[in-house]
């Protein structure tokens, strides 16, 4: 049975321990008419203020950073490069500014609206093992910044009661941060052992 997550789930200020508790849950899109579905495989976490690898290190407000200051159960989507657009899940209570970034997704539903998106033909881990191509897949960009996730809107995250044990999940230093100095060590970054949808990245 599909439990959309609430409001409390998003507000605990464990922001570490969330990005682990997303692994098995499912992020649901209905963008243009067209649902899709993916079981979340990977993740990281940012901490403010002390993650020097986070936005909102030293609590810093700016145009971009503000809506990681709302209360857990906004979409946080930024344009990394450019180019490709991340979705991130603002955590904790107003004010504490952390923030998850969704990583690598295992498609399980609308996935021709995925192939499509992804100008592919067939299904392989291409499709969604990614922080920035998972988005593209799922049809999410800058314009969905600041969505609240707690309705079945536009996008949403269930619980599907798949368990996963402390054996299941491989835990390492996040990717692209080594400007972050003794942040850059923190291992939370999180991956669904043996999955095959999880990003290339060592």
């Known amino acids: 049975m599909e439990k959309l997550l609430s409001e409390s789930f998003?507000?605990?200020?464990?922001?570490?321990?969330?990005?682990?508790?997303l692994l098995g849950k499912y992020l649901c899109t209905n963008i243009d008419g067209c649902y899709?579905?993916?079981?979340i495989v990977e993740t990281e976490a940012y901490r403010a203020p002390d993650d020097k690898a986070s936005h909102a290190f030293d609590n810093r407000r700016t145009k971009r950073t503000e809506i990681m200051f709302d209360a857990g159960g906004h979409a946080y989507i930024y344009l990394c490069y450019g180019i490709h657009h991340l979705f991130n899940i603002v955590t904790?209570?107003?004010?504490?500014?952390?923030?998850?970034?969704?990583?690598?997704i295992e498609p399980a539903e609308g996935i021709e609206h995925m192939l499509h998106r992804r100008k592919?033909?067939?299904?392989?881990?291409r499709l969604s093992n990614g922080p920035g191509i998972l988005?593209?897949?799922?049809?999410?960009?800058?314009?969905?910044?600041?969505?609240?996730?707690?309705?079945?809107?536009?996008?949403?995250?269930?619980?599907?009661?798949?368990?996963?044990?402390?054996?299941?999940?491989?835990r390492s230093p996040r990717v692209g941060v080594d400007y972050a100095e003794e942040s850059a060590s923190w291992n939370w970054?999180?991956?669904?052992?043996?999955?095959?949808w999880c990003s290339p990245a060592k």
């Open 189 to 196: 970054r999180f991956r669904i052992k043996h999955n095959a």
């Open 120 to 125: 592919m033909s067939k299904i392989n881990y």
């Open 36 to 39: 899709t579905a993916g079981m």
């Open 135 to 170: 988005t593209k897949a799922l049809g999410l960009n800058t314009q969905w910044n600041g969505e609240s996730l707690l309705k079945r809107k536009n996008i949403w995250i269930e619980d599907r009661n798949l368990t996963l044990s402390p054996q299941d999940i491989i």
């Open 10 to 21: 998003y507000l605990d200020e464990q922001v570490v321990d969330l990005g682990e508790a």
């Open 92 to 104: 904790g209570p107003e004010g504490s500014a952390h923030a998850i970034l969704i990583r690598a």
